[in-house]
């Protein structure tokens, strides 16, 4: 059965330092997602994107956080200076359509941020 | 702003038994809603997706309502057996957005 997959599992980086964390979606998915998980708390939505572009994103999105599709199979979440607080589980997920059409977004395993 | 409350945040039954997960949810306008469960340090897995114009959803043992009106979505779960201890999560689909937004989750353990 198809699956997100994600890499690596666990990235541990030093404040300040930049940190990438890739993510293969489902092959036929056209829309993209990114959410983390601060230990504790809930699941928040960070980021959607489709056709390239990003199409919603939420206030924790800001200029430090950047997502790209740089090839066919590929999405990428880059942090450009890390903080202490952006420790948390960084999950992807995709889905076939616009979710609001009716479909599932499936989520990968997730990757583990820890900034020292 | 959607605010998604599950009640309660931990059970713990003997297996066999069968239980429902209350999820309750502020602004009726949702698109669908979600139940995933997920196992500690572990990405999340989609259980059922409810439409909301649908009351009911059903995959084996697992039973989803919805009532969007008054905002309260339900997870029933049949026959429960030690696999099924996890944190079970829902989901509403915000109207106007893509966002899925979760509640903290309910804390299942099936003693066998």
């Known amino acids: 059965e198809p699956e997100v997959t994600q890499t690596p599992s666990h990235q541990v980086t030093q404040m300040g330092q930049e940190v990438i964390l890739r993510c293969v979606p489902i092959?036929?998915?056209?829309?993209f997602y990114w959410y983390r998980q601060i230990l504790g708390q809930k699941v928040e939505f960070l980021v959607s994107?489709?056709?390239?572009?990003?199409?919603?994103k939420s206030e924790i999105f800001d200029d430090q956080f950047s997502v790209e599709r740089p090839d066919g199979s590929n999405f990428t979440l880059k942090i450009r200076s890390t903080k202490l607080e952006d420790s948390a589980m960084y999950f992807c997920?995709?889905?076939?359509?616009?979710?609001?059409?009716?479909?599932?977004?499936?989520f990968g395993p997730g990757t583990r941020l820890t900034v020292l | 702003k959607q605010e998604v409350t599950q009640i309660p945040a931990a059970l713990s039954v003997p297996e066999g038994e069968n239980l429902v997960l209350n999820c309750s949810f502020t602004?009726?306008?949702?698109?669908?809603l979600q139940w995933f469960r997920q196992d500690p340090g572990k990405g999340l897995t989609s259980l059922l997706l409810?439409?909301?114009?649908?009351r009911e959803q059903t995959s084996g043992r697992l039973n989803a309502s919805l009532d969007k009106s008054s905002g309260r979505s339900t997870l029933y779960i049949a026959a429960s057996q030690p696999g099924d201890s996890a944190t079970y999560l829902c989901?509403?689909?915000?109207?106007?957005?893509?966002?899925?937004?979760f509640g903290k989750g309910t804390k299942l353990t099936v003693n066998p």
């Open positions: 997920a995709s889905s076939v359509r616009w979710a609001p059409l009716g479909n599932e977004q499936f």
């Open positions: 092959s036929n998915h056209l829309y």
């Open positions: 994107f489709y056709n390239n572009e990003i199409s919603e």
């Open positions: 602004d009726s306008a949702i698109y669908n």
């Open positions: 409810i439409q909301s114009s649908q």
């Open positions: 989901a509403p689909l915000q109207g106007g957005s893509e966002k899925l937004v």
